[in-house]
T-cell receptor, first 113, second 117 residues
Framework: GNSVTQMEGPVTLSEEAFLTINCTYTATGYPSLFWYVQYPGEGLQLLLKATKADDKGSNKGFEATYRKETTSFHLEKGSVQVSDSAVYFCALTPRGTGNQFYFGTGTSLTVIP | EPEVTQTPSHQVTQMGQEVILRCVPISNHLYFYWYRQILGQKVEFLVSFYNNEISEKSEIFDDQFSVERPDGSNFTLKIRSTKLEDSAMYFC???????????????FGPGTRLTVL
């Protein structure tokens, strides 16, 4: 079946620290992979995506590489800011339009000055 | 930038009452979805909707749930007789229809928090 396992939180980092949030997946086919972010009081916003092996999604300084051999899609950022404090969700969808998303449990990140 | 909107942001209801959660998807999107997130748990798929009919639904989406696109802009989720365990954040999402590369991104609304007392 399809599922996403995500690093447990919460995570607390100091400003300018390096961030890694681990995400691994199982899928019946060749899925597309996503990271969504949820800022306090807001909805799920697409952060980045990758649709095939070795693709690197990037946005706002965040990166994640689609690793088919390890079935992983870890989120990284070299230097976090206080404004990055949010909940981060890893997700996958089977290839094609209109398929459901499968989400991880979410990782809460707090960045302190 | 176009976005998905949801109303209300918070709904409190008594057990056994009917609730309708409303969503306005992005205007040129043709696939619509509902998800829910019980506090502390995963975001779970409920249902997808295309061409005025349900295209996929999960085990959670039982006879107490229904969806409708009553006009050209709104997409609603109805729960006929709410239970305590229906308390959750409900997210609406939409996506484009093209069938090619990059069309599977879903865009989410801010959610409606449903509290059943």
């Amino acid at each position: 079946g399809n599922s996403v396992t995500q690093m447990e939180g919460p995570v607390t980092l100091s400003e300018e620290a390096f961030l890694t949030i681990n995400c691994t997946y199982t899928a019946t086919g060749y899925p597309s992979l996503f990271w969504y972010v949820q800022y306090p009081g807001e909805g799920l916003q697409l952060l980045l995506k990758a649709t095939k092996a070795d693709d690197k999604g990037s946005n706002k300084g965040f990166e994640a590489t689609y690793r088919k051999e390890t079935t992983s899609f870890h989120l990284e950022k070299g230097s976090v800011q206080v404004s990055d404090s949010a909940v981060y969700f890893c997700a996958l969808t089977p290839r094609g339009t209109g398929n459901q998303f499968y989400f991880g449990t979410g990782t809460s990140l707090t960045v302190i000055p | 930038e176009p976005e998905v909107t949801q109303t209300p942001s918070h709904q409190v209801t008594q057990m056994g009452q009917e609730v309708i959660l409303r969503c306005v998807p992005i205007s040129n999107h043709l696939y619509f979805y509902w998800y829910r997130q019980i506090l502390g748990q995963k975001v779970e798929f409920l249902v997808s909707f295309y061409n005025n009919e349900i295209s996929e639904k999960s085990e959670i989406f039982d006879d107490q749930f229904s969806v409708e696109r009553p006009d050209g802009s709104n997409f609603t989720l109805k729960i006929r007789s709410t239970k305590l365990e229906d308390s959750a954040m409900y997210f609406c999402a939409s996506s484009v229809l093209a069938g090619g590369h990059g069309t599977d991104t879903q865009y989410f609304g801010p959610g409606t928090r449903l509290t059943v007392l």
